[in-house]
């Protein structure tokens, strides 16, 4: 095997070695390139893949029906309620929350049945004169409820007779105006 002669401008070392058909190199050293974690194809790819789930996501949420008994919106709140045209106009339609407790008292023990929701509506007090004039309530309860500053709500439609109580606005509800 015939070798080459070697150039004079490789330093001792590399006179040494065996790779001496390799060019004379800079005095610099070379930087190592290290291979980038996310090259821009990758967050290309990602973007991408980003862009396609927020859009899948808005498509489904706006393409799903939701069941009858879920409420979405005040929209359908107001349309669930009974007698929907008398309810928005003499006062506002409401979800009617209805559960029952049990106390026991020896041990003292609290219990909490589940809830049951129905379409309600709540009337503003103005507005009561629709519940006397159709004899749903008496002038005696209407004055009692009017002593302590509540109002009406009622639950079923006015004409297969509904179920009316007293309410209690709590003034912790309030939004502040």
């Known amino acids: 095997m015939k070798r080459r002669p070697r150039n004079p401008s490789y330093s001792y070392n590399d006179r040494d070695r065996d790779d001496d058909f390799m060019p004379p190199s800079s005095n610099q050293p070379k930087a190592a390139k290290s291979p980038s974690l996310f090259n821009y194809t990758s ?4 973007a991408g893949i980003f862009i396609l789930g927020i859009g899948v996501g ?5 393409t799903v029906s939701a069941s009858p008994n879920a409420i979405v919106s005040n929209v359908q709140i107001d349309q669930q309620a009974p007698n929907p045209e008398i309810c ?3 006062g506002a ?3 009617a929350m209805e559960t029952r407790f049990f106390v026991t008292l020896n041990p003292f023990k609290v219990y909490v049945a589940q809830a049951s929701t129905k ?5 503003r007090s ?3 004169a629709i519940l006397e004039q159709r004899k749903l309530v008496s002038a ?3 004055r009692e409820c009017r002593q302590r500053m509540n109002t009406f709500g009622y639950t079923g439609t006015l004409e297969n007779s509904p179920k009316i109580d007293c309410l209690y606005q709590s003034e912790s509800a309030k939004t502040s105006s």
């Open 140 to 142: 005696d309860q209407s």
């Open 119 to 123: 379409p309600g509506c709540v009337l």
């Open 88 to 90: 928005i106009q003499n």
């Open 93 to 95: 339609s409401a979800i």
């Open 126 to 128: 103005a507005n009561w």
């Open 58 to 62: 808005v498509g489904f949420t706006s």
């Open 43 to 46: 967050l290309a790819i990602i």
